[in-house]
């Protein structure tokens, strides 16, 4: 099957999808407040954060510090958004919160 054409690039993103344990239950509690300039989104199972610069990263940070190797994580990868989600993958790597 061809692909489609298109009259320039199109822009196409990496979402680094991870289990919501990676991040603490207090810091789950700020990322359900609409008012928190990292979240791009919620669903039922978990939410979908923007990835700061990273000169940006103490200002967002003091409101969520449990994401501060999970942004690594992603920016490592070359990931603009971070999707948590309770049925997402477990990462060795990540420390895990129990709530």
């Known amino acids: 099957m ?3 054409k298109y009259s320039k ?3 196409i993103i990496k979402i680094l999808v991870i289990s919501t344990c990676h ?3 207090q810091d789950s509690g700020v990322l359900t407040q609409q008012s928190n300039p990292l979240l791009a989104d919620s669903f039922y199972y978990g939410w979908y954060v923007f990835i700061p610069d990273e000169d940006e990263d103490e200002e967002h940070l003091e409101l969520v510090p ?3 190797p999970v942004f690594e994580l992603a920016r490592k990868n070359d990931c603009k958004y971070i ?3 309770q049925d997402g993958d477990e990462v060795e790597e990540l420390p895990r919160y129990d709530w």
């Open 9 to 11: 690039a199109l822009e």
């Open 66 to 68: 449990s994401l501060r």
């Open 83 to 85: 999707r948590l989600d």
């Open 23 to 25: 991040i603490s239950k």
């Open 2 to 4: 061809d692909k489609p």
